[in-house]
Each structure stands twice: as C-alpha cells, then as structure tokens.
C-alpha cells in the first residue's frame, strides 16, 4: 500500500536512534506542507510552516520561549526547583509555551493575559500549574496593562525576602531572545524546505518577533524576495510600513471597542512599535490589511477545503498569502505561517465562525469579498481591504 504520510521516516536498515531530549526536543523542525485548495485557485504555489506542531505549547512561541529561558540559564538568573518563577504578559500562547517549559526544567510560571481573551487558553494555562491573573484590556502606558503588570510581578517577587526563589520577567516583546530564536530556527528551515527558492514570505505581527527574525535570515540570502505584513483591522502597523505612521481610523478618540487592538483576532496586530518589530521593520516591503470578515471566511474555507483547522492569526495570515499571490501572479512560490489549532479559539473566534460544511460554491471572491458585503468597512474594496 502506497504510504502518503510525507513525515514518515521509516526504512528498513536500522540505525542507532537519537531521540529528542524531552519536550524541549520536539520544539522546530516543524513541516512546511502545500495548501493545496489555495495554491490551486491562485496558481501560485502557497506553503504553509506548521508551526502548531511545535511539541511544547503547539505555536511558534515554544522557540521563544526556550530561548528566552536557555538565555537566562546561560546568564545564571535561574536555578532549578529554587522557587525561581518566570513572569510574562501574553495574549496566551507564549505563557503556554513558558508554562510547559519552565514544569520541564524546574521553574514556576506567573502569567498576566488580557480579560478579553479566550477563556481556553487561561484554562490550560492553569492545568500547566502556572499561576494566570487575567487583567483589564488598558494601554500601555497604564501599571496595570498585562506587560507592566507581569515586570512588576517579577520586581515584587525578588524584591520579597519572605519569598522562595527570584522573579524573572521574560519580556518577549522587547527581548533580543525572541527574533533570534526565529533567526536560528524558522529562517534556516524555511531557506532549506524551500531550497532556497521562494518569491515571498507573509506573515503577522504579535511581538514581532517571527517576521523580523524570519527577514533577517532570508533577505540577505535572498535580496529578491518579498516581505509582506499581513495585520488584523484595528492594528496600527499596516500604517506604519506603508505610510511610516502608527496609525488606524478606528482608533480616533471614542471610536474604539474595548479590545486595545479592535478586532477579534488573537496574537497579532499592536499599536506600538516593539524592539522586535524594529529589529527587522526595514526589511518589510509591504503590508496587507485583513479584516475580521475576511480572516472568519478564510478560517472556514481551509476546514471546508483542506481539513486545516487553525486559529485566528493563521487565518489571517492565509488571506494576506493569497492576496499577494494574486498581485504577483501565478508562478509563485509564497511561504505563510499556520500559528495555532482552532481548538484554541473555539469559544471566541470559532464561535463567531458559524456553521461549516453547508456549502460546498464557496469561491475564493467571496472570501476576500467578505469585509465588503457584512460590515461597510470598505470603501475601496480592490485597494486595501480586497486584492
Ligand atoms: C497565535 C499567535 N499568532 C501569531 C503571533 C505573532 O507572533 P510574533 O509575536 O512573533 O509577532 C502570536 C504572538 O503571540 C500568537 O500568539
């Protein structure tokens, strides 16, 4: 029988077997496999890095977080099983990550997220024995805001002579730690899956970490190739690449919804620029905007087509892909980031989904149509919003 599962390695002359070295072992080298409905209907090969496979906390943010804490090992701030706790403020999916690692190599988690995230994510944080405190959604110039709240923490705790252990704050948005982990990691593997060919690479900023280390590893290597943005409605850093300004209109004065970034979308979009995405903003040709609408109308077209059950900021991440393939034309080979499962996102951006599998005539128009018809957003659908 013919075997179709392209990760198998079996063969028949048998070796000495290394096997990964815990958890922190099963952490990159993840697949980059063609989206085969979307690579069909642009003509353009599009490839997706499965980054939800990464075996820790299933996103990209196991590579930073493993850096981060092999970086503070190496600095000597950590001791095992000493009370040592490593704080951060994140949307989720670093805290997970963090969590995992930190049970694996003998440090506590403290983790600050934002109220206004999905309800699973703070869930299993806790089944990973971390310690979560959900804040109100604030700006960043506020104490309280989930990023000063986690450094404060961390102060506290070292500061606290009654307390086992110090406070170690791992501040992925503005740590060098973060890009490099991608510069070392998700770089490398896709210049080598790709085999040094590919016209584009596309993807979201939370942090900035993935597209600012990504860049930097590639662009050198490859000076044609295109870095393109894709950001979620409400985020200011479409802004910032095309026109150098931090700048949204839905995010006038009295205009903006409780979320700091107005959209339903998690773990990318931001209205700060972080030492992360400065690390490689000049390395980014262009930006895609995504809305809401359309990032929900992906989402259900990779489960109706491909069985590709992901969360919000892939989703996102896919309509950009397939809008810069239609601008570049068939031929093409464009590399996107598939940044978590679904399962993550099923009581907030999976509930807004709506029913799948009802129709089978969805075209890709409609997708990219989607802002247009539901919510006016778009005046100008063939500029920003559409292709
Ligand atoms: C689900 C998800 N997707 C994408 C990103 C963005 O990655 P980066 O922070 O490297 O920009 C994040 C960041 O936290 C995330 O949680």
């Not at 799948?356 to 990219?368: A, E, P, R, S």
């Amino acid at each position: 029988m013919k075997d179709n599962t392209s990760r198998s390695t079996a063969t028949t002359a048998l070796q000495d077997p290394i096997f990964p070295e815990g958890i922190e072992g099963c952490i990159g080298n993840t697949p980059l496999f063609k989206i085969k409905s979307l690579s069909d209907a642009t003509g353009c090969e599009i490839l997706a890095k499965a980054e939800f496979l990464n075996g820790a906390g299933n996103s990209p943010k196991d590579r930073v977080a493993l850096s981060i804490i092999n970086m503070a090992e190496a600095d000597g701030l950590l001791t095992p099983y000493s009370g040592d706790t490593i704080y951060e403020g994140t949307v989720g999916s670093t805290g997970i990550s963090l969590a995992a690692i930190c049970r694996a190599r003998g440090y506590l988690a403290h983790i600050c997220m934002p109220d206004d995230q999905a309800k699973e994510k703070s869930d299993l944080l806790e089944k990973l024995g971390a310690e979560v405190e959900r804040v109100r959604p604030a700006p960043i110039v506020d104490q309280n805001q989930f990023v000063n709240r986690a450094r404060n923490r961390a102060a506290e705790h070292t500061a606290d002579p009654n307390r086992r252990g110090r406070g170690i704050f791992a501040d992925q948005f503005e740590t060098q730690a973060n890009w490099q982990a991608h510069f070392n990691g998700t770089g490398p593997e896709i210049y080598t899956q790709t085999g040094g060919r590919l016209d584009a690479f596309v993807t979201g900023a939370g942090t900035g970490g993935t597209i600012s280390g990504v860049a930097r590893f590639l662009k050198p290597r490859l000076p044609k190739l295109k870095v393109v943005l894709s950001d979620p409605q409400g985020s200011g850093l479409f802004n910032k690449v095309k026109y150098g300004v931090m700048f949204d209109p839905k995010e006038r004065e009295g205009t903006r919804r409780r979320q700091q970034v107005d959209t339903i979308v998690e773990g990318i979009g931001i209205n700060r620029v972080t030492s992360n995405f400065e690390a490689g903003r000049e390395l980014i040709d262009d930006a895609v905007r995504v809305s809401d609408e359309q990032a929900m109308a992906m989402a259900r077209w990779l489960v109706e087509k491909d069985g590709i059950f992901v969360g919000s900021s892939s989703a996102v991440n896919c309509v950009a892909a397939v809008k810069v393939a239609l601008q570049m034309g068939p031929g093409h080979r464009i590399v996107t980031i598939l940044c978590d499962s679904g399962m993550r996102h099923l009581s907030k951006f999976w509930a807004r989904v709506g029913p799948i599998g009802g129709k089978d005539d969805v075209t890709l128009d409609d997708v990219l149509n989607a802002a247009t018809k539901q919510n006016g957003l778009v005046e100008k659908p063939n500029q920003e919003w559409g292709v």
